[in-house]
């Protein structure tokens, strides 16, 4: 912590031969590669209108499976009533041995996968009244994942990655293209003291289709072409004073 309640940090981790009991989903345990990651962050200081944020983090297992996270942020707080804050979540996996499905002849199959996701959070707090506030919520989603380079395990006791695994043919399709949006909307009115009264619509949709690249706008446009349920709820509290 600065003295300009600027705030900062950063760490990291050694995790040397990880082993996976449910990496076959059932079948023998697997073990992994060596990971090395190191994580950091960022915040402004909170007390002015405008504060920022970020945390990021990064590993690797020096075989090609990297990890690479961004959470920026940024919130407004015009006055005491009103705060808004949006956010984005990205993040850009790389997993050489991602688990596929285990085939009707027996072969447990891996593969490479390069998954991009990105998420972008709002929320607004709204204080109309001491006994009257309104909270929103809402957040798109996507999530690509592009499989390649199939394997099978062979041995997954073998300390060495080319030992675990050898190639294979493998015909279906697992790659995906995910999207989805989530809004959640609260009002609560105290009507009277220890009484409250809650009403909150929900809406979710999602959807996919079955390639594994990634683009922006072609996907988030399209995060709304998918169907809408929508849940509104009601609760209702009553203080009975002695």
């Not at 499989?147 to 294979?168: C, I």
């Not at 989805?180 to 009507?191: A, I, L």
Request: proline share 5%; aromatic share 16%; net charge neutral.
């Amino acid at each position: 912590m600065f003295r300009n309640n600027w705030a900062t940090g950063t760490g990291g981790n050694i995790n040397w031969q990880p082993f996976d009991d449910r990496a076959t989903r059932g079948g023998p345990g697997v073990y992994g590669n060596p990971q090395r990651s190191i994580w950091a962050y960022l915040e402004s200081d909170q007390r002015p209108a405008v504060s920022l944020g970020i945390f990021t983090f990064n590993s690797t297992d020096g075989k090609g499976t990297t990890l690479h996270d961004a959470s920026p942020n940024v919130s407004y707080r015009p006055s005491s009533f009103l705060t808004a804050r949006v956010g984005l979540h990205w993040r850009q996996h790389t997993d050489q041995s991602q688990w596929v499905e285990a085939t009707d002849d027996g072969r447990y199959v891996f593969a490479r996968i390069y998954q991009q996701t990105v998420g972008i959070q709002t929320r607004l707090n709204c204080t109309v009244t001491p006994a009257l506030s309104i909270q929103l919520y809402a957040e798109p989603f996507v999530s690509a994942g592009d499989y390649s380079n199939f394997k099978q395990l062979v041995d997954g006791r073998s300390k060495s990655y080319e030992g675990r695994y050898q190639p294979t043919e493998y015909v279906a399709n697992p790659d995906f293209n995910y999207r989805s949006f989530r809004t959640t909307n609260v009002m609560r009115w105290e009507y009277k003291p220890g009484s409250t009264l809650f009403v909150v619509w929900q809406q979710g949709r999602e959807g996919s289709v079955d390639h594994g690249d990634f683009n922006f706008n072609r996907d988030f446009g399209a995060v709304f072409d998918s169907p809408a349920k929508n849940v509104f709820l009601v609760k209702w509290a009553y203080w009975f004073n002695p």
